[in-house]
């Protein structure tokens, strides 16, 4: 690589990154110092129950937005063509299943943690096992998160590591310690603009470089980087549109309907119908960012055509592809270099930043508050510290992930997507199947994470076997080479062929090549299915054994549903109507043309759970 070929950062774009950084850290400073100053639990976790739909949408679109997708699918398209894009098909059931079914049910609920259902509807034991689970999840995908666009970002300009890592990894901390969720989601609506505005124009100067529109669709056509309908049914193959517009839903169901960073900001809106209006708003604003992403992706491929940086070893990975094509394209327009890195590490900041506050949450409502009595002072106190905590545990887990070469790397952004899965089957475990109890519930997750890492770990570590080359010989020492190669090949040989031979004989290698986008869909259904059957063994939960309002009534919904459209008059009846929940008849008052979801079609009482109530005054 020839390191005089580089641009680096010029004063300019270090002032535009500082005041990136000086910005987010502004907004938590501001509503840390106003309002009720983040002096109670229900401000610092939930901004005071009263965010509106839009900065809803916004942070819920950025929360998972993050640097690795920014910096990732571009090079994804560039690669492989536009395939990728049809996982826009998933946003469609991966939102609206969240609106109508997910999010009224925990908000009407009155929870303060997701976790909080998992104790009502099964016991205290599944709840302590679904929050330790998203620990888990959230802290390695911490490390990885802001190491990931660090790392790029210092092979290519010249940044100092960790440098970079310290001041990301300190703002984000300070401002979500000091001004809670509403700080975050307020930098969150920044940070989206200054993501939105960076990709926008690099599009931009990238097109005019190609020559103009027309030019760039030229090349990109006679490429074959325009993909069609990929029909393949074949669930090995990666990417095809089933695996990612019917897989997809599955991910997108874990990460918008029972991830706590998610639920949260539902939770904190000032109505349901807010938080439902919220969830309909992410739709346009994901595939605003799908689009940004792949038309760059599409960009470079007109820049660059087949010659590729990777292959004429400008850079040693595609993650550095997106940001060596900002540096090149933008290296005569000082300041577009800093807009550009500004919007890579402001999709950082808002995804640390939103795993810092949920992290905080799920620990204080879920393992600190029901075993501790304090004052609602000392818990916003010690919710602060905790926040503090995980983000000094997420410069801890950055350095754990330098320790480990790229495939690792590539397996713990894995096991991310692997423990969204059993968490959403144990949800709709719960949540679908009225008859499950919770030693199922529990022998269902511990299922479903086994088959995770099984297939997760086995096919990482099978396609490493199918790639292990023998290394050429060493002239310097033709005995010794001769030697070695010797023994690496018959070594290789054995390892090969026992491990064909294993995986045919147990029926694996198919597993084991099932493409990542299908990983939450099959983790979900082992979770329900092994959780129904051992349900069905112990003795099902009774009708009269489900706490109120934590089952969706499928087929009370399904039949009312039948009946109009037998009758179409039937939408006419009174609203004052009697509904069946869980063998029992409820009456539900719902009022006429109010504008709220949660007097219409309420198939869950509006009374809050009293349990709730004793156990946090949130």
């Known amino acids: 690589m020839d390191l005089s070929s580089h641009k680096y950062f010029t004063t300019l774009d270090y002032v535009i990154f500082a005041l990136l ?79 109508h079914i997910f999010i009224p049910l925990f908000y009407r609920l009155h929870l303060n943690s997701v976790y909080q259902y998992l104790e009502l509807r099964f016991s205290k034991a599944v709840r302590i096992c679904g929050t330790v689970t ?151 604003c994901l595939q605003v960012a799908l689009m940004l992403s792949c038309v760059m992706g599409l960009v470079m491929y007109a820049c660059y055509g087949d010659r590729s940086p990777l292959d004429q070893q400008y850079i040693t990975s595609k993650d550095q592809m997106v940001l060596y094509f900002v540096m090149d394209m933008l290296q005569d327009l000082p300041g577009l270099p800093g807009l550009f890195v500004a919007c890579l590490f402001s999709a950082s900041l808002s995804t640390i930043s939103s795993a810092f506050n949920s992290l905080a949450t799920v620990t204080m409502v879920d393992l600190i508050k029901p075993h501790c009595s304090m004052t609602d002072a000392r818990a916003t106190l010690i919710s602060k510290m905790l926040a503090l905590s995980y983000g000094i545990i997420c410069l801890a887990m950055a350095y754990v992930v330098h320790l480990m070469n790229s495939s690792v790397l590539q397996a713990a952004l894995s096991i991310f997507g692997m423990v969204g899965g059993p968490l959403l089957g144990l949800f709709c475990l719960g949540i679908f199947f009225p008859c499950a109890n919770s030693i199922g519930a529990v022998t ?60 045919r004989a147990l029926g694996l290698h198919g597993l084991y090549s099932l493409s990542y986008m299908w990983y939450s869909a099959l983790n979900s259904f082992t979770v329900v299915l092994i959780g129904l059957i051992i349900s069905l063994m112990t003795g099902p939960t009774k009708g009269n054994g489900v706490a109120s309002g934590t089952v969706y009534p499928v087929v009370g919904k399904a039949q009312s549903l039948l009946q109009k459209l037998q009758k179409p008059s039937s939408c006419c009846r009174s609203p004052h109507e009697n509904k069946i929940d869980g063998g029992k008849e409820m009456n539900v008052n719902v009022k006429e043309d109010t504008g709220t979801p949660e007097d219409r079609e309420t198939f869950l009482p509006l009374n809050p759970v009293s349990y709730l109530e004793q156990e946090t005054s949130v």
């Not at 907004?27 to 965010?51: K, P, V, W």
């Not at 997760?456 to 490493?464: A, S, T, V, Y």
């Not at 005995?479 to 090949?489: E, F, G, K, L």
Request: with cysteine.
């Open 21 to 99: 950084l000086m910005a987010s850290l502004s907004i938590g400073l501001y509503y840390a110092f106003t309002g009720g100053r983040q002096s109670t639990t229900r401000e610092f976790l939930f901004a005071d129950r009263s965010m509106k739909c839009l900065p809803l949408s916004l942070s819920l679109m950025a929360t998972f937005q993050s640097a690795v997708a920014i910096i990732g699918t571009p090079a994804e398209v560039y690669a492989n063509g536009t395939q990728y894009w049809f996982i826009g098909c998933a946003y469609i059931l991966g939102l609206l299943i969240p609106a």
């Open 134 to 284: 998203f620990i888990f999840q959230m802290v390695i995908y911490m490390g990885v998160g802001i190491y990931t666009p660090a790392l790029a970002l210092h092979s290519v300009t010249g940044f100092h590591l960790w440098g970079t890592i310290l001041a990301t990894g300190l703002v984000c901390t300070l401002y979500t310690a000091l001004g809670g969720l509403k700080a975050v989601i307020w930098t969150d609506v920044f940070q989206t603009v200054v993501m939105f505005t960076g990709q926008l124009a690099v599009i931009i100067v990238g097109v005019q470089q190609a020559g103009g529109l027309s030019e760039v669709w030229i090349k990109v056509r006679d490429g074959g980087r325009i993909s069609g309908i990929d029909l393949n049914p074949d669930p090995t193959v990666r990417h095809t549109f089933w695996t990612l517009g019917v897989g997809g839903v599955f991910l997108m169901l874990s990460l918008y309907g029972v991830n706590q960073a998610q639920v949260q900001r539902y939770l904190s809106s000032r109505t349901e119908r807010e938080a439902v209006l919220s969830c309909y708003m992410v739709f346009p």
């Open 444 to 503: 269902g997750l511990a299922a479903g994470l086994i088959m995770a890492f099984w297939v997760g770990i086995g096919g990482f570590l099978d396609r490493m076997s199918s790639s292990v080359k023998v290394p050429p010989l060493n002239s310097t020492n033709t005995t010794t080479a001769v030697s070695d190669n010797i023994t690496m090949t018959a070594a290789t040989a054995i390892f090969e062929a026992a491990n064909e031979k294993t995986s």
